[in-house]
């Protein structure tokens, strides 16, 4: 079998590299250790007619868990941070040979096995799980540039139009420029609307992603318990975005 170079690439990737290694050096070591569990169960058993039985018991609980654990607890395991994940399985596989000399009898070897073959099976769905946020797929990032072409800094200085009947309904206004929507504001606040200003252009939701929350959540509360103010007709705002508004909830 030939090993081509664009199957080595991801190998050039320091994160990857890192797990690559990492992930080699514990598979070694648990299949040194499945090695070894099965060994110490068949000389503990040597007596027995049921020696085979307790070997195969012990394959068994070392390498099931893992089709167990990724059928069964797969969304789970996704909501938990995957680096300690890792670590905790991986520690845990330690905790369990550190403990196996100790082991009274062949039935504690197999309940060990049990212990490591679970952790393995935590091991490996959050190691693969990560894979692709180490190698980007460029494939993927072509279609979503495509996607999502560049515009220039100046396409979010343009005005947009607000949605017709806005004035219906009693709203909030978040002020994020000024310079470009003065006038859009004033409209706001004749028609009875509280207005909150803030600074920072169309970008404020990213660059000051706390200060427009506040805001937000300072509209709301004020929108929830001023009494309504007199009803309008469509309005005819001019062209311009608001930056933000926040709609009185529905009792």
């Known amino acids: 079998m030939r090993v081509s170079s664009a199957q080595l690439a991801p190998l050039r990737l320091q994160g990857f590299r890192n797990l690559f290694y990492a992930m080699l050096g514990s598979s070694v070591g648990t299949l040194l250790a499945a090695v070894a569990l099965a060994i110490d169960v068949k000389d503990r058993t040597a007596s027995s007619p049921h020696s085979g039985l307790w070997v195969a018991a012990v394959l068994i609980v070392e390498f099931l868990p893992t089709i167990v654990v990724g059928l069964l607890l797969g969304p789970l395991l996704d909501r938990l941070e995957r680096r300690s994940l890792m670590i905790a399985a991986d520690a845990l596989r330690v905790a369990v040979f550190v403990a196996l000399p100790f082991a009274p009898n062949a039935a504690t070897v197999v309940g060990l096995a049990l212990v490591a073959g679970l952790a393995t099976g935590f091991f490996r769905p959050a190691v693969y799980a990560g894979i692709p946020n180490l190698v980007p797929d460029e494939e993927l990032r072509a279609t979503l540039e495509a996607d999502m072409p560049p515009f220039p800094l100046s396409y979010f ?27 859009t504001a004033e409209n706001a606040r004749n028609r009875g609307w509280p207005v909150r200003e803030i600074g920072g252009g169309h970008l404020a939701p990213a660059s000051r992603p706390v200060r427009v929350t506040e805001a937000l959540l300072e509209l709301e509360r004020v929108l929830r318990t001023a009494p309504a103010p007199p009803r309008f007709a469509p309005p005819a705002w001019p062209a311009g975005s608001p930056g933000g508004t926040a709609s009185r909830p529905s009792p």
């Open 157 to 183: 200085d343009t005005g947009i139009d607000m949605p017709v009947g806005w004035g219906d309904r009693p709203c909030g206004y978040v002020l994020l420029g000024p310079e470009f929507y003065g006038a």
